[in-house]
């Protein structure tokens, strides 16, 4: 198989170090995961189609180690579980010169997410195309010490606000094309999350952000063969 296949799933849950450990789920031809941060700020959905692996449920609870191991070998790789009784224990990848193995972790010592409960109602439904997705990475880097995004509703249409604050900030001001759209108070982000996000789907040209008054946010990613949900709570009134 490609191995650039596997790292692009990787990289949608890693999330640039924000995930580490997971339960990923290998069945039939597809690959699957649910996962959520250390802060509980973002919980999110993978699946990946055309997947030729055995069933399997790999616990991997570093994988960052797994990325470096990854590195390691060519583009067309090989993989071999293996088990003990019925449990997985390890995964052994090669290419045509050289082999990584990579140990497994019991399922019980990684933080599973929680199964979702009723989604709120989303007032506000946000275009994200490759222009939104350039200008909120450059305007969060360019903004590296800030740490919320605010969506803000009012007469002149919605757009979201990098460094929000009601007194004068630096701040990066993206106005927004929507397809949906009620006036709420203004809600905030966590905008580094939010920016790994996009960084690890921007190859991704449609996708729509979905922002509540209730304090959550939803996006979707569907490109190739990965489809990625990512829920974004809420963080704290900003002032």
Not at 47 to 70: A, C, H, I, P
Not at 171 to 177: A, G, H, S
């Amino acid at each position: 198989m490609n191995k650039y296949k596997l790292t692009r799933f990787i990289d949608k849950y890693h999330l640039g170090g924000n995930v580490n450990a997971v339960v990923i789920n290998s069945k039939g031809d597809s690959l699957s995961t649910r996962f959520i941060t250390g802060d509980k700020a973002l919980l999110g959905e993978l699946k990946m189609n055309n997947w030729t692996f055995e069933d399997s449920e790999l616990g991997v609870y570093d994988t960052e180690q797994l990325s470096r191991l990854l590195g390691v070998l060519d583009d067309d790789v090989t993989l071999n579980l293996t088990q003990s009784g019925d449990k997985a224990i390890a995964v052994e990848i090669s290419d045509s010169l050289s082999k990584v193995n990579f140990m497994l972790s019991d399922k019980s010592v990684i933080n599973q997410p929680p199964a979702l409960k009723q989604l709120p109602e989303f007032q506000v439904e946000i275009k994200v195309d490759a222009n939104f997705i350039q200008r909120f990475i450059s305007g969060k880097s360019a903004l590296p010490d800030t740490d919320t995004f605010t969506v803000i509703t009012d007469d002149d249409g919605v757009k979201l606000v990098i460094g929000y604050s009601s007194i004068n900030t630096n701040r990066v001001t993206i106005p927004v094309e929507t397809t949906s759209s009620s006036d709420i108070e203004k809600v905030s982000f966590n905008a580094n999350l939010f920016k790994d996000v996009l960084t690890a789907n921007k190859e991704c040209e449609s996708a729509t952000l979905y922002v509540a008054q209730d304090g959550l946010s939803k996006i979707n990613f569907k490109v190739d063969d990965y489809d990625a949900t990512y829920y974004l709570v809420a963080v704290q009134d900003v002032d």
